[in-house]
């Protein structure tokens, strides 16, 4: 039995490397299905370069984030994808959350507050960004700060601490690229969860 299984494994051995040989190169590069599934599934996460066109500037910061913190990262990427705008946008705005907030969805901190400034985004109801129940909304508040993305020609092609001040007009607009790592890392953690 035992010599029966090894000239039947061999006989099968021998059949393959016969029809290999017979169908050529062209065999081989027919049954490449295994090698586009695995290359497909490696795509699906964002890419460096998508992510960080420029590169990280400068030094950068990293902080531990909660379950809220990470909820609220969570929120920014679905409220990009649902406005149609891409990975790029999504790091552009978890930076300037990150900058601004912490990533936490501030409401009116008293005398600490910066004039009337709230949410993620520390957006100004004065400035015509929403009312307060609106910019303390994570999604309204992302898709107000990518609408304004939106309007700057060319943000694609900017560093994310330009075009980041270019929506927000911040009294600090170098630190926004401080947060450009940890935010790729976040849109690469769960752009597709």
Known sequence: MNS??????LGIAGLAFTGGMFAGPIAAHADATPVTA??????????????????VQGAQSRIDLNAEQTSNAKAIIAATKKTGMDERAAVVS?????QESKLENLGHLGDRNDHDSQGLFQQRPSSGWGTVEQITN?????????????????WKDL???VAAQKVQVSAYPDHYAQWEQQAADLVTQHWNS
Do not use: C, W
């Open 38 to 55: 695995v290359s497909t599934a490696q795509a699906d996460k964002p890419d460096t370069g998508t992510l960080t066109p420029h590169g």
């Open 94 to 98: 978890i930076a300037t959350a990150l």
């Open 159 to 161: 560093p994310l601490t």
């Open 138 to 154: 994570p999604e309204y508040a992302t898709t107000a700060f990518l609408n304004s993305l939106k309007q700057i020609d060319g």
């Open 4 to 9: 029966m299984l090894r000239k039947s494994v």
